[in-house]
């Protein structure tokens, strides 16, 4: 990738850089990011609130996805289409989650060249400090040519 990704949505999405999402690692459809533990982000019970855990999630799945195919921007708009998650524990203190993209890229270009809308998935996890899944996600991805 010829361009820093988690820089580039920072400066795309200021959400992500209003709650403090941190880029750690991004390449090969992967990607790893944290949401920093602040007292202005927990909800009643004392954790991150849902809709900062959505964003944590959500950034690290463009991250990931544009890791891998950030390199056709000039051709298309990614956009996410849908999103599911799933609160399965307490979330405490710092989360990081952890992107995989479940396309294969060739496939995916091979759909783009025909002009038309690939969709594909991401899945991301979200862990606690102690490596527990607190949450996952899927987001449906699509590349909306220009």
């Known amino acids: 990738m010829s361009f820093d990704v988690g820089a580039f949505l920072l400066q795309s999405v200021p959400f992500a850089r209003t709650l403090g999402v941190v880029f750690d690692e991004v390449a090969d459809g ?3 990011c944290r949401l920093p533990d602040r007292p202005d982000l927990r909800n009643h019970v004392g954790g991150p609130h849902a809709g900062a855990l959505f964003t944590l999630a959500e950034s690290a799945s463009g991250a990931a996805m544009l890791s ?8 298309a708009v990614p956009l996410a289409t849908t999103a599911t998650i799933a609160y399965r524990k307490l979330a405490k203190g ?6 995989r993209l479940l396309a294969d890229r060739d496939q995916v270009l091979a759909v783009l060249d025909a002009r038309e809308r690939p969709e594909f998935d991401v899945a991301v996890d ?12 899927t987001v449906t991805w699509t590349l909306r040519p220009h």
């Open 30 to 32: 992967r990607a790893t």
């Open 126 to 137: 979200l862990l606690d400090g102690d490596g527990v899944v607190v949450s996952s996600m």
């Open 94 to 99: 710092e989360i990081s989650a952890r992107a």
């Open 68 to 75: 891998a195919l950030g390199d056709q921007l000039a051709r």
